[in-house]
């Protein structure tokens, strides 16, 4: 419709200027053309000031208002555009019609008012000279039209408004729900309670919690096993699954949830959403639903994207991989979903609910062949694998004990961190499959087997990072564990192009002392697992793990420039931390992308402690800005 608009324009101004051209050319000045005697007339006219002939002391005041009058209706028509075609059509006349007059003002010389500009005016209804003795044009013409159809869309508008007021007030009162709960509810159930009320406020439906029976016409009956409709229900129910259904009772009803997990009972809340419409839940009398507490039953019944805080999201968190693994990485190929973590272990699955394979992705015999220990102190961190012109290449770190840089080493870190893990640095394999086997091709700075990584550095958790340029770039983190590493620093290098060695110096990217403008958190300590995401709309975000008054964390940078170079800017929100795991901290973010475009975050949580477990959680691009939450599938 965007076209029409203009074409409605165009119409208005060519209509307007042809039918003055007619007039100034064929119309006697004298003799004025009567088309219905002593009623309608054309007779030519020159005005100095607005539409009839006002405003003609204060032309320039009038053209100013005139031109920023048709600029704003220009805007809110074409940027806002209004849903309602009568509004559109009756904006686009009142725009052509003060851009046919504006034209006049701006180019046309008067005859009667010699040297002034004029607007030519010859539309004359004479036949009540003392109630209407204004002349007037074609252009005048749409301008009334349009207005006159504006307004009466105004008067529509209010009218459908109050009707559908109304009526809502009208369901809001038919559709108050009691929402029923055990009197023993713990804080989870309650908090899914309060998020349960809160959807249904915003759906117009009116709601009334309570523990304990009370006389209201509908409920909600959530979990409460004293219910013979909740027994029923939950005899029929596996381990990690809900149920829903309806027990009516005359004209009104009581809609059951059952469940025997706290993902299903969430699932199972969001099934009750997706099945609310008009102030009632749609279910047939007697109908059930059943369901599993799955990611993928949580896809099934959202309506729209959601952004959640930590109280929702806590039931998406997964934490069941059936692997315990530090630093995982995730990638989709295929149907599989392959997850590496330190050790360089390698896990697939056809579901992030799993169940979870382990494969074996390297040859001993490679790594050796290559010069690396396969034991102690190899000891291989933090794989991440990129596909990059139809092979996988892997970034890892591992310890090459070929180097003594002890003197550069933090005074409490020697001994044990010396003995254990020796001299750090990155390398990159590659596979054909990303199912390996993955097999070292990085080269030194004498182009012989080994790391491109400095000799002189600690260097840990390599990334893949292509620029808008099709370049690709190792970026690396100077080890925390030094003296000069400024509490941690990023350092990017040029890689060739089957990135086995640098083809240029190292260069700063950003180090740990970056920290939001409003301080409101500040890293004390280590800054490593660096990761880069272009967003949808083109801006680059960089995650990594500084700690966080003594948690590993994830933060957030934004690139200015969207390269490498920044300058760049930390998040004020932290995108996880110990706070926001319950108490559990957890870093070494990587993202990744599942099959249906739902991004994800893959972190270990926790870092200290009990085992670190592969922790996912679902993340959406909201506000310019990276949050979590679920997307809706197409």
Known sequence: MFVVWILIIIGVVALDQVSKILVVEYLDRNDPFVIIEGVFRLKYSENRGAAFGSFEESRWVFMIASVVGIIALSI???????????????????????????????????????????????????????????????????????????ILWCIVSMVQELKAEKLAKAAKNAAELLISYPADANSELLSDIDYLAERLYEMDASVVRASAPCDRKNEILIGDESRQEIKELKALLLDGEFALRSYPHGEY???????????????????????????????????????????????????????????????FIIYET??????????????????????????????????????????HSDLEAYGIKTGKPSNPWAPEVHEYKGKYYMFTTYACGAHDCDYKVK???????????????????????????????????????GHPTPDDLYTIDATLYVDREGQPWMVYSKEWMTVDAEKGSFFAAKLSDDLSSFVSESKLVFHATLKPEDNSWEGDGCMDGEFFYRASDGTLYMLWSPKVNGGYSVAVARSESGELDGPWSAESELLFSKEMGDGADGGHGSLFTDEFGQLWLAIHSPNGGAPARPTFVPLVEKDNKLVWGLKKRK
């Not at 009756?90 to 009667?112: A, H, K, P, V």
């Open 76 to 150: 809110y028509l074409f940027k806002f555009r209004p849903k309602s075609k009568l509004a559109c059509a009756s904006l686009s006349m009142i725009i052509g019609g003060g851009i046919g007059n504006m034209i006049d003002r701006c180019f046309r010389e008067g005859e009667i008012y010699a040297g002034e500009k004029v607007v030519i005016d010859f539309f004359d209804f004479y036949a009540f000279p003392e109630i209407w003795n204004a002349i007037f044009n074609v252009a005048d013409s749409f301008v009334c039209i349009g207005a006159g159809f504006l």
């Open 411 to 449: 005074e409490h870190m020697k001994g044990f961190w010396q003995v254990q893990h020796g001299h750090r640095a990155n390398i990159v394999l590659r596979a054909d499959s990303p199912e390996g086997p993955f097999v070292p091709i990085s080269k030194n700075s004498n182009g012989e087997a």
């Open 322 to 363: 059936g692997a315990t693994m530090r630093d995982p990485n995730v990638i989709y190929r295929d149907g599989y979903y392959y997850m590496y973590g330190t050790g360089w272990v390698c896990y697939k699955a056809t579901s992030l609910d799993g169940p979870w394979e382990k494969l074996d992705i390297i040859k």
């Open 253 to 315: 009803c009581t809609v059951a949830l059952a469940y025997t997990s706290e993902r299903a009972r969430m699932c199972g809340l969001q099934c009750l959403l997706s099945r609310f419409s008009d102030g009632k839940v749609t279910l047939e009398n007697g109908e059930t639903l059943r369901g599993r507490g799955t990611v993928e039953s949580l896809f099934e019944y959202m309506n729209e994207d959601v952004a959640f805080d930590k109280r929702v999201i806590d039931n």
